[in-house]
């Protein structure tokens, strides 16, 4: 199978690169990106040197795609907004497409309007689109052709939030959720603020109370609930390359063991979810570079809240590695194919 | 007026010594370490080769300093439980005693048992041992001899609670506070949780849920608020050397411009306290090497809370920087006398 | 094939079992460690969560490895001296084995006896172990048992200098090398220089002017000139994890374009070492997590020298990578099998 | 008196607002920046926010600052070029002028033309501007009104080796330097090889084998040693935000003893330089935020040679914390004065 990235030109867009070149079950036939269009991947991603041989970044015109019979799989590493560009043609010249915007994350166009600040550039999509997590989907998923691979913060939170909702072991009410991001969370975004210098030996707040990626999180968050949710989202700055660490302060309407047990159940036989024990703590460091994710809870009897905290890796689990895997599930690879 | 540093070894240490032997109004008499006793300060802090010249570590018999005719300050850079050992003497001869440990920042033995896991050495000190963030304490305990330094959490916690609690503004009730701290708040402490290659790149929590300085954090917003207070408190490391990054979510009961208005109130002649434009960001890199306190604040019309950030340096205003600021307004000095 | 990791609880030992626990043609049948034996390798490498599955740490006596009949090549991360204790047995019935220790890198015990402070411990093995860096060593190190893996500063020296040597494109004296090395190059030692607010923020040098590694530097570029070398080897630590950063001044013997010219002979058809064109510089970011050695050169005409830089992964090239590649090329398998 | 600081919006213009703001002799009573007059010091340098209440960055015409009554001192902390513009001015109305850039550190202006890339904008005065190293300079250089400030890497470089070459210890010829950087040497350049994920983690030489700054040393070198000087000057980045760290080979003509003993005479009463006992090394970490030089040396009697090893704070004693000892020395006042 022949699979292309378009817009590879970011972080995310270079770990596709990694992940798809050593991924034993497909060819990675297309790297595109308006701005590199001619200039060796390898000089542009040095890091990847041995992997990538001569492969050249093409322009990428989404209609000349679409008819491109060579190509069976779009992964799309744009911006939100771009990405509906690509989706759309890609879509109906029946290719499959695993979007890793925001463009198809979302069911209401009032919603992405709102967060997003523009209209949505392809309702007609949306329907068409499921927002996957593999590990909490249901099966049907697969049968479809445009995937929206969830955020980065959304699935460091839905994947020990959503078991537990659906289990109704947790209030879904007054969530609170810290969240920490390494740098490259930004991408490969030129500015003052993400110069050596200022970020590192730095921690700070940023984009609160409404980060872009609550509207996703509160809409799968309702969803396991059966119920409102409204979330307090903190969402930070931290000074490393890659990582995300979670806390989440959730009212308990169970025990501890109980919450193990759902999680245990959920996550037994999933590779890329490690459930540790309560009482020790998801690191980023060890979920760096994989794409696992890592979760733990504390009960405070004192409080009655639960204390979760998870950890993932921001490019891999949360962008690139999710996306790898849901095209390895949906195409019935091994669901680590190329991911360990 | 002759100051000595009891315990200076560690990080907390160093930073009093660098503080006080650069102060216009005192002098650096003796500095004091069992376990380095005889050596040169310039050698075990190279740091401070331009600022100590040919200081030497003494050894520290706290009852030969409390007979000491020629120190009039001490300042206590011990563990819990040690440090009363010092206090004691020390207070009883009449000497001033600026204590960093958590020997005398609870009232209650009890709790002090629950959590630092054994007796209170010292219980009969702690009436006469006020515990003081400068910025928020009463007039009086200038007349004490013997005076508890904060922690360096609660003290990014209280700095922008306090006066909020006391007004009103906020419900004591439900309070989540998340912190970050650099490395340096476990200390100089040699183990392997805190090598280099185990803590860069890592972010992750530790102790939860009862930290040990819940105690003094519960104890002072309930002074505060008159009310019981039972808060959600997340500790965590951050790959850093210095900074504690606190965010703090409670219930609002009134609105951004009164939240302001109360500590514009409180904060406006304190040199230490920068209170910062809602929606922007307290940065731990903009505190460091410095004494003060960042704070800001938003509100969040979907969940009616603020969420409050705050940024210190852990080593001086959670530690010895407040020391010696105590120091200064005690004796009457100039409040940012050798911290600027 | 079964392998077994000898002394794996270091960093080298757990870049080793990531390799082999992934590697196609290879099973991970043991991993030994007296402190850990017993315990899962899970948790002691949580990094690894997601590979070794219920993989227990042994306890590693090396008659009865020896003996074993399951396991056909060993690894030994261990330190120099206890190496020889289990390469010996080993040998002798007949195993493969790959030594990562400085035990058989030198062909002299009066050398070894000088940087090492103690008398070799298995001389009569010396004759029979090669010391190979592969893209180097000529053909019949194959047929070799006990292999040498070379010093990760070795390594990143060698790459470059051994073609120019051999083909009399430098001069062999006053040779100025100064390396930087990440801290995962001491291991993971547990003293107060290598804990995170000693190392952070910090550049410094260690050990001149006889690191160890100098030994086998000598010993190997002596061999390569058929002459004297006598190097000033400057070794340095940097604050990052991995990573070996090399800055080579040798007098020139030719044009930078013959230098070129020797090197794409030597490397174009290997996949491990990238040649980068003059006036760019080898970055140890884009050969972390790589077993890749990246080299370029410039000349200078107002000193008559080539200045040569080469950036390689301590823990990969500089240790456990290469001796996976040695594995490979030994047995026939992929040479990048595992290793991509 | 009052003092000026003229393009004060990069690095080293913010360490002067901070060591100005502090001076105890003098008064900061002008920063400029045509690209920010009008905005609030605090507001773009944050770190300071508890030194510099309201000052306001002003425009920077050089003839309305000449004919100012009120200033007496100014500070360039300009790019190379345009410093010359405004101290062409400043130095005819009769100010004294502190420049930071290259434009007034070569006594040649063909050798600027060469190493700048453009014609030397005021030669005129080249001859009035003496190049200060203030403990290196012999005495009549307080008299001149227009002082060169060093750059960074040669101050770590000359403070070891003038006083050996002065002595005649070392040879003038074959000296080999390398010199990494943290990050800030490049100043607040925002640029993709800059940004945070670019940096961290990475070591890289950069910009050999002919750095701007190599001009400045082999002039102050061939003047020291009366005898031509060709230096291999290697440049490298490290992944920290302040320090150089400076490590040198050349060839001796002593023993260690006289080398220690030569540079004990010279800098026995200097504050800011630490000679460090030979076998330990200077340390970036110990030198940042101080205006000092560490150095130490070791003998290798297998190469004849001394590997000589400095370390400073590239921002301060590598350029402001260097002019305000100038401006101490200049004026009389304390020659730490501001600077401890």
Redesign the interface.
Known sequence: MNAAIIGASG?SGEELVRLLS?HPDVELAAVTSRSLAGTRVADQM??L???VGELTFTASDPYDLAVNPEIDIFFLALPHGVASEFADPLFQAGKTVIDLSADFRLSSTRIYEDYYGQAHPAPHLLEAAPYVIPELADGNWKDASLIACPGCYPTSIQIPLIPLLKAGLIEPK?I?I?S?S???GAG?????D?????????????G???HRHLSEIEEQLEKAAFADC???F?T?L??????I?T?I?VKARTSIDTLYASWEKRYAAK??V?VLPSGT????????????C?ISA???S??E?F?I?S?IDNLLKGASGQAVQLMNLKFGFEE?AGL?
Chains 1, 2, 3, 4 share one sequence.
């Open positions: 972080y050593r040095p890091a040197r041995h992997l007054g609170v810290n920490y390494g740098v490259s490969r975004k030129v500015a003052e993400f110069i050596y210098c200022e970020r590192n030996e730095s921690m700070k707040g940023y609160m109370p409404k409204v979330v307090q903190n930070h931290a000074p490393m390359t890659r990582g660490s806390t302060v590779p890329f490690s703590y998801p690191d980023t460091k060890y979920v760096t570079g994989t794409n696992r890592d504390v009960y405070d004192r409080t809240n204390v905290t950890a680590t360990v």
